[in-house]
């Protein structure tokens, strides 16, 4: 019974030291992404209900992040550096705190899409966000690592949508599962399945959606970014 009971033990605290050593792999490959000079990348979302539209961007390191993006009819592109951001609202550049901020009704539209800017993370961050809410993180025989995201990362997923300060939707009829990929040791590209249903409010909304974002171009992108944005963000 002793030998069972050690053996055991032993098995749990071997299975514990693997999953721990897994993330590590996980988060260091994240960070040497986000240590290149620069990268470009694109998300793509197949979706069967809501889902945002394609986006695609570029970012270099301590520099700016270059964000294209579509959501519903909207086309847009955002600027950000540290944790500043600007949009392009109709033919000017507006800051995000200042569209978030704005309870003119006329402006949920835009006052949405701000929150929703103000969440942005380069694809190494967001990427490092993910792991840190996934539980369970295996690595498959391909390399692939997975996991599902634990309750608290699926609110941090839609933090954006609440209504007011106290009005958040409830995600918990919702699962994610998020799946990286590694080459030569850092990040090459990662997706997240989002299905379920999500109170929001009065309604229900059923979401059943996959975006895959892939890295490209690593040390060779360059940043090309408006004059007209970056006096918006020094201002």
């Known amino acids: 019974m002793k030998t069972l009971i050690v053996t055991t033990l032993f098995a749990a605290a071997a299975g ?3 999953a721990a050593d897994v993330k590590a792999d996980l988060e260091a490959a994240a960070k040497k992404l986000g240590d290149k000079a620069n990268y470009s990348w694109t998300a793509k979302t197949e979706s069967s209900g809501p889902a945002e539209g394609d986006r ?8 700016y992040s270059v964000l294209n ?6 086309q847009g592109q955002a600027v950000f550096k540290g944790d500043k951001g600007v949009v392009k609202a109709g033919e000017s550049w507006q800051t995000l705190e200042s569209l978030a901020d704005n309870e003119d009704q006329e402006n949920r539209r835009m006052r949405f899409m701000a929150r929703r800017l103000q969440q942005f993370k380069p694809p190494h961050a967001e990427a490092e966000a993910l ?5 369970e993180l295996k690595k498959d025989d391909d390399g692939v690592y997975s996991g599902d995201l634990t309750a608290e990362g699926l609110r941090e997923t839609f933090r954006a949508f609440r209504r007011g300060n106290d009005q958040s939707p ?18 090459a590209k990662y997706s997240n399945h989002i299905e379920g249903s999500m109170k929001f409010g009065d309604n229900d909304v059923d979401i059943d959606r996959t975006t895959t974002t892939e890295i490209k171009d690593v040390g060779s992108t360059k940043v090309t970014v408006p004059e007209e944005a970056k006096k918006k963000l020094s201002s």
């Open 170 to 187: 409830d995600t918990s009829g919702l699962r994610s599962r998020v799946k990286f990929w590694v080459k030569d040791g850092a990040l």
């Open 69 to 74: 993006f579509a959501m519903r009819d909207t």
């Open 131 to 135: 792991v840190k809410y996934v539980k």
């Open 56 to 63: 695609d961007g570029k970012t270099e390191k301590g520099g």
């Open 16 to 18: 514990s030291l693997l």
